[in-house]
């Protein structure tokens, strides 16, 4: 029986696990967040039947397909599903909620297990999200954590989110920290994950709250802030943060500790900046990340890189956020004055 999504599926629906029998690359660029990958064609034997579909005869690749979608239906129901008891319900989904998914329910239903199906597949679920980030406003007011690099930013959303506020943490969904020294080494999720991940966040906001957010640009590393979020965003008013930059430059060394444990890491993300700085200054910095001198480094891109390249659009500002230091201790204060600076409904 298909099941329709009306809203983005969250834990209210009446099923006990979401299934994605798609292949695993296809899982692997987006998928319904929470959803297991039990796939009823693997990547190679997906791209075998669908050649022999186009090139050679329908039918024979329907026969080749249906019997390797039983095939490794039996696998998953003798191994990841073989603790599932009789009232176990399961909502399963492919690409557009045709035979790969109608196949396995199927199966599933003969069972007897109460299985039903996503009605269009993923695609029905990815125009959700389109339209929560595409063709809807934001719900809820933001208001701009701002400051220069190494202020804490990331951190002080942390913090808030501690005091009961409304908090997404854009560099964590995207999974880059913002900046050419920003990205993680196991990469971003793709633009669709990002925007699942995101959309998700945007679904389960309180429109009577306002919702803290860094300031960004409109990309972070490779992805790019959907339209109705950035046009929020840019019109947002800001809470600035304003710390020395000494302490900025400390707060760095402890927060990249993948670049000051990896030495080539650290050298190809300096070498990244050749463009923008003459030699001997690039030469320069690649010394003192030989040497170890850290904070000294980080002082210096703050300065000569980072802080000339800042620029504060013309918004709303709600007031400044002074700190000496960057410790938790300072940040969780900072986050006290930010909900202040917010108003009385920023907290639950």
């Known amino acids: 029986m298909p099941y329709t999504l009306t809203t983005l599926p969250d834990a209210s629906l009446p099923f006990d696990d979401i299934i994605d029998v798609r292949a695993p690359a296809e899982f692997a660029v987006d998928h319904i967040p929470g959803a297991i990958n039990l796939p009823v064609l693997s990547d190679a034997e997906r791209a075998r039947v669908g050649t022999v579909y186009v090139r050679q005869d329908r039918f024979l690749a329907r026969k080749i397909g249906a019997a390797l979608v039983a095939r490794n239906s039996a696998t998953h129901i003798e191994g990841p599903l073989a603790d599932r008891d009789g009232g176990w319900r399961p ?18 239903a003969q069972i007897g297990w109460r299985v039903e199906v996503i009605e269009g597949g993923y695609r029905s679920y990815r125009r959700l999200v389109s339209a929560t980030l595409y063709d809807t406003p934001m719900p809820a007011q933001p208001i701009l954590i701002d400051g220069g690099t190494g202020t804490g930013k990331t951190q002080l959303l942390d913090h808030l989110a501690r005091l009961g506020a409304q908090v997404i943490d854009l560099e964590g969904l995207a999974n880059h920290r913002g900046s050419n020294f920003g990205g993680w080494p196991d990469g971003q999720p793709s ?96 010394a003192l990340a030989r040497l170890g001198n850290y904070a000294e480094l980080a002082e210096d891109l703050i300065t000569d890189h980072y802080d000339p390249r800042y620029r504060n659009p013309e918004r709303a500002v709600l007031g400044t956020v002074s700190l000496r230091d960057l410790t938790d201790t300072h940040l969780a204060r900072a986050a006290e004055r930010v909900l202040d600076l917010g108003g009385p409904s920023a907290v639950s």
């Open 91 to 108: 909502l399963v989904y492919c690409w557009r909620g045709g035979q790969r998914s109608g196949s396995f329910a199927s199966i599933l």
């Open 191 to 286: 633009q669709k994950m990002f925007e699942s991940r995101l959309a998700q966040a945007v679904a389960r906001l309180d429109p009577s709250r306002p919702v803290y957010l860094e300031a960004e640009s409109n990309a972070i590393g490779a992805l790019r802030l959907p339209p109705s979020l950035w046009s929020a965003m840019t019109a947002a008013p800001v809470v600035r943060m304003d710390v020395p930059v000494a302490a900025r430059a400390r707060f760095l060394t402890t927060t990249y500790p993948d670049l000051t444990q990896d030495g080539a890491l650290l050298a190809r993300r300096i070498d990244a900046l050749r463009p923008y700085h003459p030699k001997d200054r690039i030469e320069a910095w690649h």
